[in-house]
């Protein structure tokens, strides 16, 4: 079994015991499903899915947005570790590297190069002023041929995706921090909403096509991994959501002792012995 998987497992089978008092078995599935669990005389087929944002190159391609996060972290340490090894790290710097990249191998190359030498140019200064040190769009227009003139007007928003910008900080230790942007993170409350609605509906019908031969009750265990948004925020969607009466349950896992029931048949599981899961025992 995956880990995220087993995790599931464990916080919904310690919801079930801890908080509502039934007693629980489980067994490996069959792939699918994930798992088959027994309550009482009911047999359960089991699925685990994870919901998590996605980050978008213009050119389509998509990214988890913790793989995303994860990727744009190993760049910052990449470019730390390789300071340290010249001596060049003397003070602060902050680097806000704006995704995604389409073409990530490319851009990571000549990043890492031009905030070294940044680093060098600057080791004996207090402060220096952000700078953008990397822009995909102004590497498109040098090749198309336009003069520096309009480059520089094009991409001078270090908001664009597919930047990075570096500035040093005054009055700190010896460090490189790492912000990260990416399109779709700086959304308006209905764009969130919107998109938490899209992941769930689209998790929901996946995992329905994938267990139609499965004879048991279903219950769907949704992992939440949306860094920037609540789990919460999926409550919203249950009015308009398709195919909810395929399953059995369907159970967001937010994270330790964290979750709550979208949907279920089974009312006794919605009336908590103690409370302990987000101290709220509402559905």
């Not at 089978?13 to 008092?21: A, C």
């Not at 309550?39 to 699925?47: C, D, I, K, L």
């Amino acid at each position: 079994m995956r880990v995220e998987e087993e995790f599931c497992r464990k916080c919904f089978d310690g919801y079930l015991k801890d908080r509502v008092g039934v007693q629980t078995t489980w067994r490996p599935g069959t792939d699918p499903p994930d798992y088959f669990l027994r309550v009482g005389s009911g047999t359960f087929a089991v699925e685990v899915t994870q919901l998590f944002g996605e980050v978008r190159t213009d050119e389509g391609a998509r990214m988890g947005d913790q793989q995303y996060e994860a990727s744009m972290m190993t760049v910052c340490e990449q470019i730390r570790e390789a300071a340290i090894a010249e001596g060049t790290l003397r003070g602060l710097y902050l680097i806000h590297l704006v995704g995604p990249f389409g073409d990530f191998r490319r851009a990571r190359r000549l990043i890492i190069e031009r905030a070294l030498e940044c680093i060098r140019v600057t080791q004996g200064t207090t402060t220096g002023p952000g700078r953008v040190v990397f822009a995909e769009m102004a590497e498109r227009m040098k090749e198309l041929g336009f003069g520096p003139d309009m480059i520089v007007e094009a991409v001078g928003d270090r908001w664009i995706p597919g930047s990075c910008t570096i500035a040093k900080l005054a009055g700190s230790p010896d460090a490189i921090h790492c912000v990260t942007s990416a399109r779709g993170r700086f959304m308006y409350e209905g764009q969130v909403s919107a998109e938490a609605c899209r992941m769930l509906q689209e998790a929901v019908c996946e995992k329905q096509r994938k267990l139609a031969k499965i004879p048991e009750a279903k219950i769907l265990l949704l992992l939440h991994q949306w860094p920037m948004q609540r789990a919460w925020i999926y409550r919203g969607c249950v009015k308009a959501l398709r195919l909810l009466d395929r399953f059995h349950s369907i159970f967001v896992v937010e994270g330790d002792d964290e979750g709550y029931f979208l949907h279920t048949e089974e009312a006794g599981w919605c009336t908590p012995r103690a409370g302990r899961l987000n101290g709220n025992s509402e559905v």
